[in-house]
Nanobody, 122 residues
Framework: QVQLVESGGGLVQAGGSLGLSCAAS????????MGWYRQAPGKQRELVAT???????NYGDSVKGRFTISRDNAKNTVYLQMNSLKPEDTAVYYC????????????????WGQGTQVTVSS
């Protein structure tokens, strides 16, 4: 079973930066896609960014040009660099993995992290 450990959340002022990381552990052979989603109070969960094992990237419109996603396949870790943060970015950020393939299994699974709080003050 994959375990996701998120780090890097916190409190910053508007215009500041934060970096998030999510490390997947377990008997993992490969992960098709890794990414970040966020959910603000009273709002639906939305896409922040995803990245495939081959390097294909998709950003949500609200973060494009400000956030940068990357991954280290050897470490099964995904990163999110958040710059020019706005109060509207305040949310719980969830790491997501899709198509996790294990050494001892013939099928893949998906998983979510527990979430890390990002708060941007005005």
């Amino acid at each position: 079973q994959v375990q996701l450990v998120e780090s890097g959340g916190g409190l910053v002022q508007a215009g500041g930066s934060l970096g998030l990381s999510c490390a997947a552990s377990g008997s993992i052979f490969s992960i098709d896609a890794m990414g970040w989603y966020r959910q603000a109070p009273g709002k639906q969960r939305e896409l922040v960014a995803t990245i495939t094992s081959g390097g294909g990237i998709n950003y949500g419109d609200s973060v494009k040009g400000r956030f940068t996603i990357s991954r280290d396949n050897a470490k099964n870790t995904v990163y999110l660099q958040m710059n020019s943060l706005k109060p509207e970015d305040t949310a719980v950020y969830y790491c997501n993995v899709r198509g996790v393939r294990y050494v001892s299994r013939a099928y893949g699974t998906d998983a979510w992290g527990q979430g890390t709080q990002v708060t941007v003050s005005s």
